[in-house]
């Protein structure tokens, strides 16, 4: 006969051991991936629910999801506050915020990195040609539409303006709202002009230059000081046709849209992320037109202004990419 003592000592090695194998047999806890976007009516949401899908299908330790998000200054705030681990920016409110410059004076987020760029950005300057704008000087005194405020959109109409040497005090009145609620607000004469940021072949243009065919018109900005003064910027060339009622060429200030993480992740896991992304895209590159034009692996680094991640850094040299030295993070050369 067992003694009671021996027999408590076996069950509690008993329970020791299902313990031990309980804790061996549970899987690892998921990494969780939260990837900041845009509105949800634009591009840049589908393509971020679509990449989580494919990360927590074939990366099963991570679990990543893709929130909307009021965009590029929002997105660089939760990034630095640690509440998001991806987000996207474009790439002159990335640049401001990384080197502490613009509206990031004396605060530099020297721990934001770039992952890719995705897709590609106007400022649209649109007129009622009754106005008599015909430049953005001509906007003094008038009835002006621009982004949301706070949104990268809306600073870059800030900075647009203010190469002109005019602020928003200088105009008869001032409404914010999305690309859809700026072109409904020209068609209904609510304002004279819009300055807002969209994709090409913007599908609020579309319909507005439909609606309004012969009565607006697109103002140009072709000052090579204005390009030199913010070098993110580059003059992209609408040729005439290609939005209907404009047969003269335009050229907006373009930017590419980036996507950006920050040094709390380690490059191990941002190799791992990039390479299962890039190595699937025939799964998430056909959920916007915008998306399978522009973001393709040949042009990850096209527009990219910022040091890449250590992760990123890795995984496109791996594939033969030739790292500009500005791309290349302090801590990587140190």
Same mark, same amino acid.
């Given at each position: 006969?067992?003694?009671?003592?021996?027999?408590?000592?076996?069950?509690?090695? #008993?329970?020791?051991?299902?313990?031990?194998?309980? +804790?061996?047999?549970?899987?690892?806890?998921?990494?969780?991936?939260?990837?900041?976007?845009?509105?949800?009516?634009?591009? &840049?949401?589908?393509?971020?629910?679509?990449?989580?899908?494919?990360?927590?299908?074939?990366?099963?330790?991570?679990?990543?999801?893709?929130?909307?998000?009021?965009? $590029?200054?929002?997105? #660089?705030?939760?990034?630095?506050?640690?509440?998001?681990?991806?987000?996207?920016?474009?790439?002159?409110?990335?640049?401001?915020?990384?080197?502490?410059?613009?509206?990031?004076?004396?605060?530099?987020? $020297?721990?934001?990195?770039?992952?890719?760029?995705?897709?590609?950005?106007? @400022?649209?300057?649109?007129?009622?040609?009754?106005?008599?704008?015909?430049? +953005?000087?001509? @906007?003094?005194?008038?009835?002006?539409? %621009?982004?949301?405020?706070? $949104?990268?959109? =809306?600073?870059?109409?800030?900075?647009?303006?203010?190469?002109?040497?005019?602020?928003?005090?200088?105009?008869?009145? !001032?409404?914010?709202? *999305?690309?859809?609620?700026?072109?409904?607000?020209?068609?209904?004469?609510?304002?004279?002009?819009?300055?807002?940021?969209?994709?090409?072949?913007?599908?609020?243009? +579309?319909?507005?230059?439909?609606?309004?065919?012969?009565?607006?018109?697109?103002?140009?900005?072709?000052?090579?000081?204005?390009?030199?003064?913010?070098?993110?910027?580059?003059?992209?060339? +609408?040729?005439?046709?290609?939005?209907?009622?404009?047969?003269?060429?335009?050229?907006?200030?373009?930017?590419? %849209?980036?996507? &950006?993480?920050?040094?709390?992740? $380690?490059?191990?896991?941002?190799?791992?992320?990039?390479?299962?992304?890039?190595?699937?895209?025939? =799964?998430?590159?056909?959920?916007?037109?915008?998306?399978?034009?522009? !973001?393709?692996?040949?042009?990850?680094?096209? *527009?990219?202004?910022?040091?890449?991640?250590?992760?990123?850094?890795?995984?496109?040299?791996?594939?033969?990419?030739?790292?500009?030295?500005?791309?290349?993070?302090?801590?990587?050369?140190?």
């Amino acid at each position: 006969m067992v003694k009671k003592p021996v027999l408590i000592v076996l069950l509690a090695i #008993i329970i020791v051991g299902i313990v031990v194998a309980a +804790i061996a047999l549970k899987p690892p806890e998921k990494k969780r991936l939260t990837i900041a976007t845009a509105g949800t009516a634009g591009s &840049l949401y589908p393509m971020g629910v679509a990449m989580a899908e494919v990360i927590n299908k074939y990366l099963p330790e991570f679990m990543a999801s893709a929130e909307a998000s009021a965009a $590029s200054v929002e997105n #660089i705030r939760l990034l630095h506050e640690g509440k998001v681990d991806w987000g996207i920016s474009h790439a002159e409110t990335a640049y401001m915020a990384y080197h502490g410059v613009g509206d990031y004076e004396g605060n530099p987020h $020297s721990e934001l990195r770039a992952l890719f760029g995705t897709v590609l950005g106007y @400022f649209y300057i649109i007129v009622n040609k009754e106005s008599g704008i015909e430049s +953005i000087a001509d @906007f003094k005194g008038k009835k002006l539409g %621009v982004d949301r405020p706070g $949104s990268g959109g =809306e600073l870059g109409a800030r900075r647009i303006l203010e190469f002109y040497g005019l602020t928003y005090e200088d105009m008869a009145e !001032v409404i914010y709202g *999305g690309a859809p609620e700026l072109v409904q607000a020209l068609i209904d004469g609510k304002v004279d002009g819009i300055i807002f940021s969209h994709p090409p072949k913007s599908a609020p243009v +579309i319909e507005l230059l439909t609606k309004m065919k012969g009565k607006v018109d697109m103002v140009s900005i072709t000052d090579a000081e204005f390009y030199k003064k913010y070098p993110f910027y580059f003059m992209a060339e +609408i040729p005439p046709g290609t939005f209907e009622g404009i047969d003269h060429p335009v050229y907006f200030p373009a930017f590419r %849209v980036l996507m &950006l993480a920050t040094t709390r992740m $380690s490059e191990e896991d941002v190799y791992k992320l990039l390479k299962v992304i890039w190595e699937h895209r025939d =799964e998430w590159k056909e959920v916007h037109a915008a998306v399978e034009k522009w !973001v393709v692996l040949e042009k990850a680094l096209w *527009g990219v202004n910022i040091p890449l991640h250590p992760g990123a850094v890795r995984y496109y040299k791996e594939l033969g990419f030739e790292i500009p030295d500005e791309l290349i993070p302090p801590e990587m050369k140190s």
